[in-house]
């Protein structure tokens, strides 16, 4: 059964930085493509970034690119959003999300990733 599980978030001033992580318990974590995506209260759930299988290739949304960095270490199972120069808008909850296999190009719909970490908060104070 899949597990993924986020950390790393909390409060922090505007253009300060967090680091998110997801520990996945998935036997063959190297063949996942991973994202994440987040919700703000009211809205919809929304893609932040993905990162293809070995990590060869990511994708951005428009809104986070050039701040935000993903990255996963397979060896270790584990995803993470480095997320700098944090604006009050990139407050949301963070979910870590997974589906089996290759995407080309990098699947945005959430309705796309199988499995979903229980989120966690992030909220940038002005």
């Known amino acids: 059964q899949v597990q993924l599980v986020e950390s790393g978030g909390g409060l922090v001033q505007a253009g300060g930085s967090l680091r998110l992580s997801c520990a996945a318990s998935?036997?063959?974590?190297?063949?996942?493509?991973m994202g994440w995506f987040r919700q703000a209260p009211g809205k919809e759930r929304d893609f932040v970034a993905g990162?293809?299988?070995?990590?060869?290739?990511?994708r951005y949304a428009d809104s986070v690119k050039g701040r935000f960095t993903i990255s996963r270490d397979n060896a270790k199972n584990t995803l993470y959003l480095q997320m700098n120069s944090l604006k009050p808008e990139d407050t949301a909850v963070y979910y870590c999300?997974?589906?089996?296999?290759?995407?080309?190009?990098?699947?945005?719909?959430?309705?796309?990733?199988?499995?979903w970490g229980q989120g966690t908060q992030v909220t940038v104070s002005s």
């Open positions: 999300a997974a589906r089996p296999g290759l995407s080309v190009p990098i699947n945005t719909l959430r309705t796309a990733y199988n499995y």
């Open positions: 998935i036997r063959t974590f190297s063949t996942y493509t």
């Open positions: 990162i293809n299988t070995i990590g060869g290739s990511s």
